[in-house]
């Protein structure tokens, strides 16, 4: 919509994110970097969504000037009504773990399993998921060499070292040997008083996808080596 164009989406944030989210927006055209935001956006019938968006910019061949920039944003509508119900009401909250696309994870503060969805079950290899509940995470559905750098980055978590939310990809070890790459979002959980007792963790198996941009990715350097070569015997 022409609406949106510029800067023109900045104006469907709800207002309690608007400010917020321009000074990220801000930030990033300023330095050129990277963004992430998290924010509520205004659809057309005047309801509110939750998204994440995240975006990057586009420079020249001497990755000087910024030519555009492109972006994704996710819906994370039902994972902030998880992270809700969550904090106030467990039991609830496994209504909406079970329905899940994604994988769900809750891990108290030694990293075992306290909460995992079907999701997560399919794709570690169990059929029943309940038998995973109490088992070390990291022993259990990390590889070996990953292990010790996702527990160090579970402890500053657990510690309240680090911003939240934390994403990033990290491969998990199915029951099978076999190993699959999963797009992390970590949060903390928190009880009454404030005290963090957990984590919660969704993530999306991004296994062919990535795959699918590195064959993208090795057929652009491939076009662009034809091209230059080309190029230089005219």
């Known amino acids: 919509e022409p609406e949106l164009l510029g800067d023109g989406w900045l104006q469907t944030l709800h207002r309690h994110d608007a400010g917020r989210v321009a000074r990220i927006w801000g930030d990033a055209v300023t330095v050129g970097a990277n963004y992430e935001a998290e924010f509520r956006i205004q659809r057309h019938d005047g309801a509110y969504r939750w998204f994440l968006s995240r975006g990057r910019p586009i420079r020249d061949e001497g990755f000087v000037r910024i030519l555009r920039w492109v972006g994704v944003a996710s819906d994370i509508e039902d994972l902030k009504r998880i ?10 909250a496994r209504g909406y773990l079970q329905v899940a696309s994604v994988i769900l994870l809750v891990l108290d503060r030694r990293g075992r399993i306290e909460t995992i969805n079907r999701r997560a079950g399919e794709i570690l290899g169990y059929s029943d998921e309940s038998q995973l509940i109490g088992r070390d995470w990291f022993a259990l559905a990390l590889p070996p060499e990953a292990r010790v750098r996702a527990h160090d980055a579970f402890s500053g978590l657990i510690a309240d070292k680090v ?17 699959r790459l999963i797009a992390w979002r970590h949060t903390v959980l928190r009880d009454e008083s404030g005290r963090i007792v957990g984590s919660l963790s969704s993530g999306e198996d991004v296994t062919e996808a990535r795959r699918a941009e590195a064959l993208l990715a090795r057929d652009k350097a491939e076009l662009e080596r034809l091209v230059e070569e080309r190029t230089g015997q005219l």
């Open 163 to 179: 911003d939240t939310p934390v994403v990033g990809d990290q491969p998990i070890l199915c029951r099978d040997g076999t190993q």
């Open 83 to 92: 992270e809700l119900a969550l904090q106030s009401e467990r039991d609830r």
